[in-house]
Structures are given as structure tokens and as C-alpha cells.
Nanobody, 126 residues
């Protein structure tokens, strides 16, 4: 049984940084594609970044490109999302997602992933 648990959220001022962590338990992270999504109040969940199994490089949504970095430590079963230059528009609950090897369709969509964490709140003040 795969479980995901996010941590590292909090309150930060605009321009600041946070690093989110996601621990995968129950299986080896090396065998999984992982992604980060976020959901702001009143909005739909949206893609942030993904590290797809066997892919040579990660993928980012346009608002994340250049500011956010997804990385993984397979030995520790941890996935990270380093967020720099945070803006109030980044305020949301951030979710970690995973699927063994590769899911169906595109990593950009929620249905690519089978497993989800409970989320961690990120609040950016202006």
C-alpha cells in the first residue's frame, strides 16, 4: 500500500522560499513517477511540476518554470519541491501525487496518478 505524506508548508512573505517534502512509504520511490499539484480556494487543482519515471528531465507548469524545482532522493523515498520567489498567487494547498512507472495520458493531468497525499498549506503574504 503506497502512502504519501507532504510537509514543509507554511506562511512566507512574498519573495521568500519554501521547500516542500513528500515521503512515499510502502514501495520504492525509484519505481514511481511523482508530481506536485496545487489547489487555491475556489479554483481547480492544477499541475505544478513532475518527475516522470525514466524521463531525462522534470516538467513544469508555466507559472512554476524558473522559480520551482522538483527533485527526488530515491534512497530516502523523498520528493522535494523547492519554491523560490514566491508570490501571493502561489497560495494554495500543495499535493504530492505518484503512480508506479508511468500513468495513462499526460503527467499534466490528475488522472495520470494513482496515489495522493493529504496536502500541505502554503500561504504567501504580500
Amino acid at each position: 500500500q503506497v502512502q504519501l505524506e507532504e510537509s514543509g508548508g507554511g506562511l512566507v512573505q512574498a519573495g521568500g522560499s519554501l521547500r516542500l517534502s513528500c515521503r512515499l512509504s510502502g514501495r520504492r520511490l525509484v519505481d514511481y513517477s511523482v508530481g506536485w499539484f496545487r489547489q487555491a480556494p475556489g479554483k481547480e487543482r492544477e499541475f505544478v511540476a513532475a518527475a516522470v519515471w525514466s524521463a531525462s528531465s522534470p516538467n513544469y507548469a508555466d507559472p512554476s518554470e524558473g522559480r520551482f524545482t522538483i527533485s527526488r532522493d530515491n534512497a530516502k523515498n523523498l520528493v522535494y519541491l523547492q519554491m523560490n520567489g514566491l508570490e501571493p498567487e502561489d497560495t494554495a494547498v500543495y499535493y504530492c501525487a505518484a503512480v508506479r512507472l508511468r500513468g495513462r495520458g499526460s503527467y499534466y493531468y490528475s488522472n495520470f496518478y494513482d496515489y495522493w497525499g493529504q496536502g500541505t498549506q502554503v500561504t504567501v503574504s504580500s
